[in-house]
């Protein structure tokens, strides 16, 4: 079991570290990726410790002029918009990403001879190029879905370039001895399953395909990917992650090959009181039983989404406590 | 067909009236309800005029403290917190919306010798209590859920008072000639189907139920609910709405009750030229075909989510005269 963003807000000791110093300054720094990683697993004593980073770290290394804005998300300087920007885009130098590569040795060293997962992780094609199109976050994706659908020829030749910085992403921390990657495709959700397919799919599944001789398991997740489930786990994962609006039950009947699956305890059920996040931890473990009995490989225990900045660290380690007891 | 939010910014026509003026102002001056309602009907010819409104307009008249903040959204004074919050929460007057109630006689006999329909509408239970305990619009609903699930009662009491006041304002809109109801829950998305059950079905069952005997069609729509779609249709509406993540033909499937089903074209295709628009608007009615083969009680063509504000007018001008050719 671990926490997707464990390393984040919630904790007094991440804001200490993050108090005078940028989220993207941070990235880019050994000793605060180690530092920040390291950080729940010594508090909450997760099963894995997922790398301090943020999905645009690739595309800043590349050279994308581009911000992390607190309370906003990524800024990028110049939105990707036309074939001509698509051909301006860099690729990923392995040499532009050696903090990143440094720290994922140093962290791979120190839980050498521990029982701790460390996991790697990248953003997916789609939800890069929504930043890059939108030029920042966005809640229609309307220029990513027109560019999408009226030039597939452009966006077919983005969603190819950013399939190779992520895959060259992946790679780095891999060779640097990470134990699993998951694949962030965190607003996949705004597509319907057959655009989903024809204009993502098969970018994603070559981010699968080309790390898949590590022989490390491959985690993929999106947040309100009910209708995509069956897509995402075509696209070849070893685990395939839910969020909390589809019992695991109903994902594993979605699937049509042999995955594990992660989640999905719902994060705002960490403000709710022990009585109840006691009963809703049960419940996803109940779930994930009946999931397991229906086909699925495996559970790994996790939130739907990530960990809500307001969350009171002191209920992620009961929860750890809690699932770990069961 | 009509299309959601068509009373709205995409209209230069109606910037032109909201140039100088709050939108709570608008809603609650006869005369500019009647414009804005009748506005898109003018010009894209559309089969059905929604009443202009907003769904925090209840509230205000029951004299709830909110103001709607341009570019963020309602702004609730004393969000509602406690069980005495709840208990302080006021009952909906007739008489505070006379205003609307004068819209709709007037904009009932404007219609009355045409083909079009006028459609009245309310938030949901649901979506109203969101922004009344979060204080204005929310990407968690942390705070909603954690009441919801810490302390049912208050949470019902609540959600019975709501539905008190959305039954009261759609009575108005249906004693005063509106031809049918839509009842948007529009963030019921963010709950699992047995939290749906739990907390929020009752509730908008009882607003269907307390509305039947007009005989009028019911309406109920939210976004991003496609595990929903089963419990909404529970609810008694006869008419569902879907967005555009779930094929018309997979909804049908869904319901265990004869409904029609409204949607569910993208609302961003429109802005990806007109190949793009024509061959999608071929393929929701293509879809919706499937669909009332699969048992569907019948289809009206609308988008899968409000007009977005760019939206060039002209386009949804051409998506009207494409449907009616048909």
Known sequence: MWFMRQAGR?????????ADRGMLECCFDTETIVEL????????????????SDIVVPLRAAGVGLEIVAGTGPVIASPVRTRDDV?????LDRASVGAIEAAVTEL??????TDVALIGFAGAPFTLASYLIEG??????QRTKALMREDPSTWNDLMGRLTNITVEFLRVQLDAGVDAVQLFDSWAGALSDAEYRTY???????VFAEVADYGAPRIHFGVGTGELLTAMADAGPEVLGVDWRVPLATAVSRVNRPVALQGNLDPTVLFAGET?????????????????????????????????????PGVLTHVVELVHSM
């Open 276 to 312: 109840v996040v006691d009963r809703e931890v049960a419940r996803v473990i109940d779930d994930a039983d009946a999931a397991i009995a229906a086909g699925a490989v495996g559970h790994i225990f996790n939130l739907g989404h990530g960990v809500l900045p307001d969350t009171d």
């Open 37 to 52: 990683t390291l950080q729940p697993v010594r508090r909450h004593h997760v099963d894995a410790a997922i790398l301090f």
């Open 108 to 113: 791979a060293r120190e839980l050498s001879d």
């Open 10 to 18: 919630s904790l007094p000791e991440y804001r200490a570290v993050r």
């Open 200 to 206: 993502v799919l098969p970018h994603s599944a070559r």
């Open 87 to 91: 051909h301006d885009l860099p690729a």
């Open 136 to 141: 920042g976050p966005s809640r229609t994706y």
